[in-house]
């Protein structure tokens, strides 16, 4: 069975009985913080009880890092419950996504039978969300999702844009929603974010996650910040009551302690993947210069993902985005030694 996503470890391990050096999953190379790893031992302790299924202490914590009413958050079983959750709460008739951009949007929106439009990013202008595109937007949309950085690409849109999409969405009825769950990587990403306008703006949405930056993708946590409260209030009784575990809020309270971590991390990202970008288009590969803690390149071999999987190493074939064709490839940016075995590797296979 071919899997939508990257980060089949299992899959690799079944077949060759070892573990693989993974960048098909764009995840924290630093491990969990050692303060949730301390915090989930401790929630153990508890965990013969329900969780709370209303995550009150998550959500206070959330509130005070973001400087917000708690009664606009809901926490989920990692951000892919809440798109689900969005979609089966809205119920829209017809909705867009932009293409290439991450296929959980699309999903959700089918199981709901919603007429769907996929908005095209231009591959000569580097997949950009560019102003006359983001004239267009919402068009007829009803719900309308947007990545930033953008997934696969790891481009940034500029919140001024942002905000202009959001205006019209205000004018068509509209309701939109950013994720934003790789913003964490940028030293500067609160500079992109729509968090602050979330209390003008009751068609705002904004999807965040603790699974990337505290690499804590096993434990399955993410949240939604809602500009409208009764949205949120909706949010909340549309899913499954129990949908975070009481270990996994227990680790989210404790990672939003985790400042030095971050800090650690971006600074890591940010010196890796200008470096990465140079070595592989130094070795002739087209590199999309995203700013996200991956990159999106092409080559002209289209097994490349295969031959890289015979040496232990997987990246991401990008080739069931739709907007993208055979030959795209998305790889993770780790530590430097992760990040030379992948580009040693692609030397020899190319």
Known sequence: MKLTHGGDWAGFETEYGRAPLDLSANISPLGMPEGVKAAVIEALETADRYPDPLCRE??????????????????????????????RTLRPKKAAVLCP???????????EDCELTRIF?????????????????????????????NNPT????????????????????????????????????????????LRDWPELVILR????????????LGYVLCGDPVLAARLQSCGQPWAVSHIAQAAGVA???????????????????????????????RVIPGEANYLLFCSADTALAEK???????????SNYPGLCSGWYRAAIRTAAENDALLNALGEVL
């Open 58 to 87: 998550l959500r206070a914590a959330l509130a005070a890092f973001h400087g917000m009413d708690a009664a606009r958050i809901v926490c989920g079983n990692g951000a892919a419950d809440l798109i689900f959750r969005l979609c």
């Open 308 to 318: 890289l999987r015979t040496r232990g190493i997987l990246i991401r074939d990008c």
């Open 101 to 111: 951009g991450f296929a959980e949007y699309e999903m959700a929106l089918r199981a």
């Open 209 to 220: 996650a603790f699974t990337k930056t505290y690499a804590m993708a096993g434990l399955r």
């Open 255 to 285: 990672a939003l302690k985790e400042t030095a971590y971050v800090d650690t991390l971006r600074a890591l990202i940010a010196a890796e993947r200008p470096r990465v970008q140079g070595g592989l288009a130094a070795l002739g590969l």
């Open 121 to 149: 990013l231009p591959e000569e202008e580097d997949f950009r969300l560019t102003e006359a595109l983001a004239e267009r937007l919402p068009g007829e949309a009803e719900l309308l999702f947007l990545c930033n950085p």
């Open 154 to 197: 790891g481009l940034l849109t500029d919140r001024e844009m942002l905000l202009q999409i959001l205006s019209r969405c205000r004018e068509t009825g509209a309701i939109l929603a950013v994720d934003e769950c790789f913003l964490d990587f940028f030293a500067d990403g609160e500079s992109y974010s729509l968090v602050p306008f």
